[in-house]
């Protein structure tokens, strides 16, 4: 989050650079795009497939934590169902037992989200950088001087400015689908 925030501030100063140094009857034939990524990344093909693959991939994680979830409160309904008949030596080993799956369990799954966390994070950065490419190229073609992408809080407020979203879902699922 802080680099998206710190890309933005060079943005904006390059941005207010260079609405300083250029005359006004050029601002006036600036033209300006926006994009929203995290919509673009809803309706890509590819985005789509990612997510898919990766929860394939994380699957058996889950089961393998599911499963620890059973058995602890297996574990603890055991022990309360047992704990008047139990003696305290029994009644401490059992307890002891479930504390160190509980720990067991708790390492696993924050380990696991967060392997998951980062995975995700890494596949889709390979795909916006994808959709700037695209973007570039779009811009390019439509003399552009500015693109600004409005999900990641470059623009606040934008009308009658061109919106290259669908465009790049288009041009990005021509390009990057088997």
């Known amino acids: ?21 250029v005359a006004p009857a050029a601002i006036a034939e600036t033209k300006i795009a926006t994009v929203d990524f995290q919509l673009a990344l809803n309706q890509v093909k590819e985005a789509a497939t990612t ?19 059973k058995q602890l409160m297996s574990m603890q309904q055991e022990i309360e169902s047992q704990q008047a008949i139990l003696s305290e ?17 708790q390492q696993s799954y924050v380990q696991s989200e967060q392997e ?3 995975q995700y994070m890494q596949e889709m950065d390979k795909l916006i950088e994808k959709m700037r490419t695209v973007v570039g ?4 073609e439509k003399k552009f001087h500015l ?7 470059g623009a606040i407020y934008s009308k009658g400015v061109a919106d290259l979203t669908a465009e790049l879902v288009t041009r990005y699922d021509k390009a990057y689908s088997g």
């Open 51 to 69: 997510k898919a693959r990766l929860e394939g991939m994380f699957s058996e994680k889950r089961k393998n934590i599911e499963r620890m979830q």
């Open 116 to 118: 998951m966390q980062a």
């Open 1 to 21: 989050m802080a680099r998206e925030f710190v890309r933005f501030l060079r943005s904006l100063a390059l941005v207010l650079v260079a609405v300083g140094l």
């Open 89 to 105: 030596k029994a009644l401490a080993e059992k307890t002891g037992q479930y504390q160190t799956l509980a720990m067991q369990y």
């Open 137 to 140: 190229q779009i811009a390019e």
């Open 147 to 153: 693109v600004i992408e409005v999900s990641e809080g």
